[in-house]
């Protein structure tokens, strides 16, 4: 084995045996509670509703929709509802969401080994860890050839999440990395319908399968990330170095109910007017053109990955930061649909991709969101983004969150219509 080959399976490893630094920990609390709470609010959306009703099953781990089952279907379903809204946080480095693949991995699996809230946290951390890792080491042509990060390199990461809380000895933790390797999947065609948020749950699913598939004496190939016809050779992958380090102090956290592609073009025209614009030109990191810049979009699910529909809704005093703003009825609405004909957009590789330069009647305004934002200034927003989605309940998540309370956390996710 070469030690290229050698290098990003070792350093999964050691995200699952290593202690995290307390600052990158109280991030990940945050991303804990955001998860929660768009979970929570994805639940209540109907279609995905009548989904999760179908997926029964029995056992111990807790449910959005109230219902409690085995570990892989439990992490299928709330993967899967807490991307419905697609509201959920995201890591540039890797262009992916990590928590809502890591964090589902992980309440699944803490509640089956009687794990505390703290543990649950660390495990969500690792995985979160090696999920942004895996991501940086296929690079950005497996992105652009079509594959969706969140879900492939998601998959790995829930793998080390599930595999951390179940004690697996490095040799079997290997093993579960090599079996999620043959099972990791996920495709950026299907942005804008509900497969998108399918794509998160199957891979929450597919780290719990592995993890448990390898507790129980599965074996797999050695290095099924970068071995001979592994994950990386036979999925685009660039396979470079990736160093050792704590990433999710850098995750982005979302105040707009849309894809994280346009929150910089979003934030660089707050408190603009653009009712009065004839002419509003976004510029954008050129990855972005084929994710979020759908020019039509006719379902709220495809106008939250439009830049001229998002800019129309802004444009109307639409709130974009809610999530029941984005419906179909919106998205088809004629003013804001004559409105999107007046936005062009242009890309611009001189800007990152988290950065935007909106040009409004020929006067520039500009947004980095990869500027830093103290954790107190984060903790406010995330907390106020929560009470938006769940109302009261989201001070009584945090608290279970900080008072390492996994059962009462477990229980507040439940819908207060199945409580009562």
């Given at each position: 084995?070469?030690q ?6 070792a350093?999964l ?8 630094p307390?600052?990158v920990?109280?991030?990940m609390?945050?991303s804990v509670?955001d998860?929660a709470?768009?979970g929570?609010?994805g ?15 029995t056992?111990v781990s807790?449910?959005?929709d ?9 992490a299928l ?11 959920d946080?995201t ?6 969401h990590p928590?809502?693949v890591?964090?589902?991995?992980a309440?699944?699996?803490?509640q089956?080994c ?6 649950m946290?660390d495990?969500?951390l690792a995985?979160?860890e090696a999920?942004?890792s895996?991501?940086?080491w ?11 990060q ?5 998959a790995f990461?829930a793998t080390v ?5 179940m004690?697996l000895?490095p040799?079997?933790?290997?093993h579960?990395l090599?079996?999620?390797?043959t099972m ?12 998108k948020?399918l794509?998160a749950g199957?891979?929450?699913r ?8 390898a507790?129980?004496?599965?074996t797999s190939a050695t290095d099924g990330?970068?071995g001979?016809w ?7 992958g660039?396979q470079?170095?990736?160093?050792f380090?704590?990433?999710?102090g850098d995750?982005?956290?979302k105040?707009h109910a849309c ?9 660089a025209?707050r ?6 614009a ?10 972005w053109m084929s994710?979020c810049n759908?020019?039509a ?7 939250k ?5 998002v800019?129309?809704m802004?444009?109307?005093?639409l709130?974009t930061g ?7 009825a919106c998205a088809?609405n004629?003013?804001?649909?004559a409105?999107?004909?007046r ?5 611009d590789?001189?800007?990152s ?7 409004v009647?020929g006067v520039?305004?500009?947004h980095?969101?990869d500027?830093?934002?103290p954790?107190d200034v984060r903790?406010?927003?995330?907390r106020?983004?929560a009470?938006g989605?769940?109302g009261?309940?989201?001070d009584?998540?945090?608290?279970a969150?900080v ?18």
């Amino acid at each position: 084995m070469n030690q290229r080959s050698e290098g990003i399976t070792a350093l999964l490893l050691a995200y699952a045996q290593a202690e995290p630094p307390a600052g990158v920990r109280d991030v990940m609390r945050l991303s804990v509670l955001d998860w929660a709470a768009c979970g929570m609010a994805g639940q209540a959306e109907a279609a995905f509703s009548n989904w999760a009703e179908g997926q029964r099953g029995t056992g111990v781990s807790s449910r959005f929709d109230g219902q409690t089952s085995e570990p892989a279907q439990a992490a299928l379903v709330n993967g899967t509802l807490s991307h419905a809204l697609d509201y959920d946080d995201t890591h540039f480095a890797h262009i992916g969401h990590p928590s809502v693949v890591v964090v589902s991995a992980a309440l699944a699996m803490a509640q089956q080994c009687g794990a505390g809230m703290a543990r649950m946290v660390d495990a969500a951390l690792a995985g979160a860890e090696a999920s942004v890792s895996v991501g940086l080491w296929l690079g950005r042509d497996h992105y652009e050839i079509g594959f969706h990060q969140t879900a492939t390199a998601g998959a790995f990461g829930a793998t080390v999440a599930a595999g951390r809380l179940m004690d697996l000895a490095p040799d079997r933790m290997r093993h579960a990395l090599g079996l999620c390797a043959t099972m990791a999947s996920g495709l950026k065609g299907q942005f804008g319908t509900m497969g998108k948020p399918l794509n998160a749950g199957l891979a929450a699913r597919t780290g719990v399968e592995a993890a448990m598939w390898a507790g129980r004496g599965m074996t797999s190939a050695t290095d099924g990330l970068a071995g001979p016809w592994g994950f990386g050779e036979t999925h685009h992958g660039a396979q470079g170095a990736v160093a050792f380090a704590w990433r999710m102090g850098d995750v982005s956290h979302k105040f707009h109910a849309c894809c994280h592609g346009l929150h910089a073009t979003l934030e660089a025209v707050r408190g603009v007017d653009l009712a009065s614009a004839d002419t509003l030109t976004v510029y954008t990191h050129p990855r972005w053109m084929s994710v979020c810049n759908q020019a039509a979009p006719d379902t709220g699910l495809g106008a939250k990955f439009s830049y001229a529909h998002v800019l129309a809704m802004t444009a109307s005093g639409l709130d974009t930061g809610d999530v029941g703003a984005f419906t179909d009825a919106c998205a088809r609405n004629p003013a804001l649909v004559a409105f999107r004909d007046r936005v062009k957009v242009l890309p611009d590789a001189s800007l990152s991709e988290m950065q935007a330069r909106v040009e409004v009647n020929g006067v520039a305004h500009t947004h980095d969101l990869d500027a830093a934002v103290p954790i107190d200034v984060r903790a406010a927003r995330l907390r106020a983004k929560a009470r938006g989605l769940v109302g009261s309940r989201a001070d009584d998540i945090w608290q279970a969150i900080v008072q390492d309370d996994l059962y009462r956390f477990a229980r507040l996710l439940i819908p207060q219509s199945v409580t009562q």
